[in-house]
């Protein structure tokens, strides 16, 4: 349970920023040394709090000043990296999964000897508000250490500087308070326990942060450390948070919310584990998704979700995107479904914002936000990528066009309420996302004129104009994925609409249900299919069939700049049959059971030879699909390319100039549910006793033992498997 790297590479800060993650949901911090300044990318990364810095920027999250900045000097010099690095003996930086801790160790040689620090960090699970640091450092020789330690309010920001003043304040508890020009604002306290034989300190105030420099004499190898609680809180708190916080941040030690935080993932690993014997680094890849997951969860919240890059910074602008509905929802609906509802709650919020979007697009209904800020903002620009060459902004067509969002919402609350038995959440809002998105949708499908004539084209409703989810081929027609998603809507409002009893209703508003259940009956039946090659391969849209076809690597050899975006109208992908991630193959992981397994096979085939899988959504829903043509060999390499998606050095940072990095929620999701759906191969049957898991399992044959628990309609399960036997079993415990 221990994800560690030795050694010390300055270079590493961006990606060890994100792979040593903590966090508790309402806050995540990025895996910084303590001493990092804002160059080197530390944040403490604010759920659900967003503010736009100048009319010329992007709106994004906040990052909150940071109470974790420390740095030590000894006899006058200062061993801080990375401007020490040539001093550096040995580094090592952790995350201890099962108490939910980052740890990190330096050693660093000086004239005198070597000099030892080590921290232990951790935002508290039981305390939304709450960051804990232990900084401890020793020496082999007699010495004068100092310990510069305080509130940082100088911070990273992708699109900022977002406080225009600070409000700094000294004492026994100090606090740095940054201030938007609109009066939001963040703010971080700090309290210090002192150790160690310590001669002076004194206070130093600069513009944006506040330090104590604390002067230890230390003998050969005795300790001086600090222990630090820190309190990070937002004027938005009170809107977004279940409840005010009840924590007594002057009560509160180190030592106790180590206890806390400790007992907290105990209980969590034992009900959350997979266990995956004869795979440990595989197995280890998982349960980093799961915790990782876990640190994001918006639990302290009554509305909120899970922004695409989690909490690791403010790249995509902290906004949420379908990866929450499509990828993520399945971990927490099967484990924590408390978390399940706030996230589709957020989507109840979001109805205004997509009500206003539709609108503005020209259609009726809800048309959800590409990238989500608070009430359903739309945070996506037109211009979202930048020409490397030129260095200017690309008209992309995502937050206009990219119309399989709104079904994705629908989606993911159809999982909710068939998985959990919690039909609740429709009379809570969800029916009216349900209906409002179906009638979006049925605003959109147009009689069919264009000039082809296929016959079975002729009376078909069409989908115009659209991005799929391959975002490199823009502004197309009958994107498959995007039309049967369509088609899910309004079967699943017809659906709704067919069980609601409607026994007070007026006549006429009777009438009206009826007229309106024949027009989705007629949308239904009239939405267009895909067309088909001869040998059963689904064009992904009107006219793919006919686009240049060439392998990825011919495409990649085409660039002039490894940073060029493939898509848009100069992009190299574009006139070309390579897609930048699942498409189809998504479509069919969906909906399986509506083909025969040739042709599950057939599409798998022709199209991963041409995926470029430049997004980290993509792998996991190859495999899936592998794993349900049993092709579980070939579905492995994209469990593991998902599951360790930020274990590895990233393969892609930037997006024609933009910075893409951070870590990727949707990944370690589409892993777990490669584990549940594909490896395992659980469904949900309906019967009379009510919804009851069925595994058909398949394990990559180098696995002895799958096994985990789950929750399904409200009671938890222990799933176990090996290659010759399956199990479930009713586990004990009471879903929360
Ligand atoms: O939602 C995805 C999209 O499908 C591909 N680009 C990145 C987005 C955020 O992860």
């Given at each position: 349970m221990i994800i560690k790297e030795v050694g010390y590479n300055k270079e590493n800060y961006a990606h060890f920023g994100t792979k040593f993650l903590i966090g508790n949901g309402y806050m995540g911090v990025r895996?910084?040394?303590?001493?990092?300044?804002?160059e080197y990318m530390p944040a403490i990364n604010i759920a659900g709090v967003y503010n736009l810095a100048?009319?010329?920027k992007w709106r994004e999250s906040l990052n909150a000043p940071n109470p974790f900045f420390v740095k030590i000097a000894i006899g006058g010099t200062e061993l801080a990296l990375p401007d020490a690095t040539n001093k550096v003996l040995l580094h090592e930086q952790s995350i201890n999964m099962a108490l939910g801790i980052h740890l990190r160790k330096t050693v660093f040689k000086t004239q005198q000897g070597q000099v030892n620090i080590e921290s232990r960090r951790f935002a508290s699970m039981t305390a939304h508000n709450i960051l804990a640091l232990e900084y401890i450092v020793t020496a082999d020789f007699d010495a004068e250490i100092i310990i510069t330690s305080g509130i940082d309010g100088n911070v990273w920001d992708v699109n900022g500087p977002?406080?225009?003043r600070h409000n700094i304040v000294d004492g026994e508890i100090m606090s740095v308070e940054g201030v938007c020009d609109n009066g939001l604002s963040v703010k971080t306290l700090e309290k210090v326990e002192i150790k160690g034989n310590l001669k002076s300190q004194s206070v130093i105030k600069e513009d944006k942060r506040i330090l104590r420099a604390l002067t230890f004499a230390v003998k050969k190898d005795e300790q001086c450390s600090i222990k630090k609680v820190a309190y990070v809180s937002t004027s938005k708190d009170l809107q977004i948070?279940?409840?005010?916080?009840?924590?007594n941040f002057l009560s509160l030690t180190y030592d106790e919310l180590l206890v806390a935080q400790t007992e907290y993932w105990k209980s969590f690993w034992v009900e959350n584990f997979v266990t995956i014997e004869g795979d440990k680094e595989a197995e280890t890849a998982l349960n980093y998704c799961i915790y990782s997951l876990q640190i994001i969860?918006?639990?302290?919240?009554?509305a909120l979700s899970i922004p695409?890059?989690?909490?690791?910074?403010?790249?995509?602008?902290?906004a949420v995107f379908w990866d929450t509905e499509m990828f993520m929802l399945d971990y927490f609906i099967l484990n924590d479904i408390g978390t399940a509802r706030t996230l589709l709650k957020y989507r109840i919020d979001g109805l205004k914002g997509a009500r206003i979007k539709a609108k503005q697009e020209g259609f009726d209904g809800a048309f959800y936000?590409?990238?989500?800020?608070?009430?359903?903002?739309?945070?996506?620009?037109?211009?979202?990528?930048?020409?490397?060459?030129?260095g200017r902004s690309v008209r992309t067509y995502f937050m206009d066009k990219q119309v399989h969002i709104s079904a994705a919402i629908v989606y993911g609350l159809h999982k909710y309420t068939s998985m959990t038995?919690?039909?609740?959440i429709l009379a809570d809002g969800g029916l009216e996302i349900i209906l409002e998105c179906a009638d979006f949708y049925m605003s959109m499908l147009s009689q069919r004129f264009s000039?082809?004539?296929?016959?079975?084209?002729?009376g078909k409703l069409e989908l115009h104009d659209v991005v799929g989810p391959?975002?490199?081929?823009?502004?197309?027609?009958?994107n498959a994925y995007t039309n049967r998603m369509a088609k899910f809507v309004l079967e699943y409002a017809l659906e709704v609409l067919k069980k609601q009893?409607?026994?007070?209703?007026?006549q006429v508003e009777k009438n009206r249900i009826t007229a309106y259940k024949k027009k989705l009956k007629k949308c239904i039946e009239a939405i267009c299919q895909p067309r088909t090659s001869k040998d059963g391969v689904i064009e992904q849209?009107?006219?793919?069939?006919e686009l240049e076809d060439v392998s990825v690597d011919e495409v990649r050899s085409?660039?002039?700049?490894?940073?060029?975006?493939?898509?848009?109208?100069?992009?190299?992908?574009?006139?070309?049959?390579?897609?930048?991630?699942?498409d189809v193959v998504t479509m069919l992981a969906l909906f399986?059971?509506?083909?025969d397994i040739q042709t599950l096979r057939k599409n798998l085939e022709y199209y991963e030879k041409r995926?470029?899988?430049?997004?980290?959504?993509s792998a996991c829903m190859y495999g899936l699909l592998h794993c349900y043509c049993d092709s579980v060999q070939d579905a492995y390499p994209m469990f593991v390319k998902s599951a360790a998606v930020d274990l590895v050095?990233?393969?892609?940072?930037?997006?024609g100039g933009i910075y893409i990095g951070g870590s990727h929620p949707a990944s370690w999701g589409g892993a777990y549910q490669m584990m549940v759906?594909?490896?395992?191969g659980l469904t949900l049957k309906q019967t009379k006793k009510g919804i009851t898991p069925v595994l058909n399992p398949r394990l990559?044959?180098?696995?002895k033992r799958l096994a985990f628990k789950c929750s399904i309609a409200g009671k938890r399960y222990n799933i176990n498997i090996t290659n010759k036997k399956h199990s479930i079993k009713s586990a004990k415990y009471k879903e929360k």
């Open positions: 895996g910084t040394p303590e001493e990092y300044t804002k100048a009319p010329d977002h406080f225009v948070a279940k409840k005010t916080s009840d924590t969860a918006p639990r302290h919240a009554k695409a890059r989690g909490l690791s910074g403010q790249v995509y602008k902290g936000a590409w990238e989500s800020h608070e009430n359903g903002l739309e945070a996506c620009t037109k211009f979202n990528v930048t020409d490397v060459f030129t038995g919690d039909f609740s000039h082809r004539q296929d016959s079975d084209r002729v391959d975002e490199y081929h823009e502004r197309v027609n009958n009893t409607a026994t007070s209703v007026s849209f009107d006219g793919y069939f085409r660039l002039k700049d490894k940073r060029e975006y493939w898509g848009g109208s100069n992009g190299v992908a574009s006139t070309t049959k390579i897609i930048k991630q699942a399986k059971n509506e083909y995926t470029e899988h430049g997004s980290s959504l050095t990233p393969s892609k940072l930037w997006a759906y594909g490896f395992a990559p044959t180098h696995w």
